[in-house]
């Protein structure tokens, strides 16, 4: 079976573009989630979805939105590039539903953002 | 914020010899979960132990967990090269969003 999924692998962006990355979870997974991972840093949580719907909103701001489709797929844009928003992005699926604890995630190999 | 904090952030060992990771955390958790990441790479699940567990063990790895000091530790027996990778703690507060710490970067010399 495949794992999560995410296109593109790279993305150059300029300051001030808007972005939008994409993820596909693994099959019969529900829950998808954001993290950002800046270099030489842990991933930061960013959004959780679970059954289309936004279960969890990290500390970022409104600048980060995302979305999950009837199949479970899911995007996260981001407006108004800044430098800071250069990182690792990943994400993550998970068959339990958010209230279900102890169940892991599986990462996607994530999307190498760079703004300049 | 409430973050795992491995400690120490970089070991370099010889291939065979024992690799031993710490985390600790503020708050109370539900469970705390160890993950590898291989050069930037995406995350691979390793071991997921439970608040009321006290020691897991998956193949040459062993994570022990004391909820009294808020802490785990992460030892990878007869380390091979192919263990070389970052390893992050992250624990969850009950809602499957996880709080990494920073890292730990681990060499395996041949």
């Not at chain 2, 491995?6 to 503020?26: F, H, R, V, W």
């Not at chain 2, 995350?43 to 009321?52: D, Y």
């Not at chain 2, 380390?79 to 970067?105: E, H, I, M, P, V």
Request: with cysteine.
């Amino acid at each position: 079976d495949a794992g999560v999924t995410q296109s593109p692998t790279h993305l150059i962006k300029t300051r001030g573009q808007q972005v939008t990355l994409r993820c596909s979870p693994i099959s019969g997974h529900k829950s998808v989630s954001w993290y950002q991972q800046v270099l030489g840093q842990g991933p930061q949580f960013i959004f959780q979805y679970y059954e289309k719907e936004e279960r969890g909103r990290g500390n970022f701001p409104d600048r980060f939105s995302a979305r999950q489709f009837p199949n479970y797929s899911s995007e996260l844009n981001v407006n108004a590039l800044l430098l800071g928003d250069s990182a690792l992005y990943l994400c993550a699926s998970s068959l339990a539903r958010p209230s279900s604890y102890n169940s892991p995630l599986h990462f996607g190999n994530g999307t190498r953002l760079t703004v300049t | 914020s409430q973050q795992g904090e491995e400690d120490p952030q970089a070991l370099s060992i010889q291939e065979g010899e024992n690799a031993t990771m710490n985390c600790s955390y503020k708050t109370s958790i539900n469970n705390l979960q160890w993950y590898r990441q291989n050069s930037g790479r995406g995350l691979v699940h390793l071991i997921l132990i439970r608040s009321n567990e006290r020691e897991k063990h998956s193949g040459r790895l062993r994570v022990t967990l004391d909820t009294s000091k808020k802490s785990s530790s992460l030892l990878i027996t007869a380390s091979r090269a192919a263990d070389t990778a970052s390893y992050f703690c992250a624990t969850d507060y009950g809602n499957n969003r996880l709080a990494f710490g920073k890292g730990n970067q681990v060499v395996v010399i041949p």
